[in-house]
């Protein structure tokens, strides 16, 4: 099993940047992908960016392409969401998703990830 948990949501003015961390635990001694997904109210969970099983390769929705960052610190087993010039169509409650299944391909599908931390609200005021 794999317990994960975010933190660093809150609130920001448009423009402004916010980091979100993603604390993962449990059996993460054969490595993990993690993927950050967001979900607004009334809408579906989307993928936001997505770093594969080691480390070497990233993926990000195109809205958020260029604006957002994903790292992992596999020391630390953290990974982190860098969010700069964020917009009011940011606002969701962002999650974090583990797989430990090995893979060289950031997958950007929810039901590849089975694990999922209680996510952290982001507002973005304008």
């Known amino acids: 099993q794999v317990q994960l948990v975010e933190s660093g949501g809150g609130e920001v003015q448009a423009g402004g940047s916010l980091r979100l961390s993603c604390a993962v635990s449990?059996?993460?001694?054969?490595?993990?992908?993690v993927g950050w997904f967001r979900q607004a109210p009334g809408k579906e969970r989307d993928f936001v960016a997505g770093i594969n099983w080691s480390g070497t390769s990233t993926s990000y929705a195109d809205s958020v392409k260029g604006r957002f960052t994903i790292s992992g610190d596999y020391a630390k087993n953290m990974v982190y969401l860098q969010m700069n010039s964020l917009k009011p169509e940011d606002t969701a409650a962002y999650y974090c998703?583990?797989?430990?299944?090995?893979?060289?391909?950031?997958?950007?599908?929810?039901?590849?990830?089975?694990?999922w931390g209680q996510g952290t609200q982001v507002t973005v005021s304008s």
């Open positions: 998703a583990a797989d430990t299944r090995v893979s060289y391909v950031v997958s950007r599908m929810s039901p590849t990830y089975p694990y």
């Open positions: 449990g059996r993460t001694f054969g490595g993990y992908a």
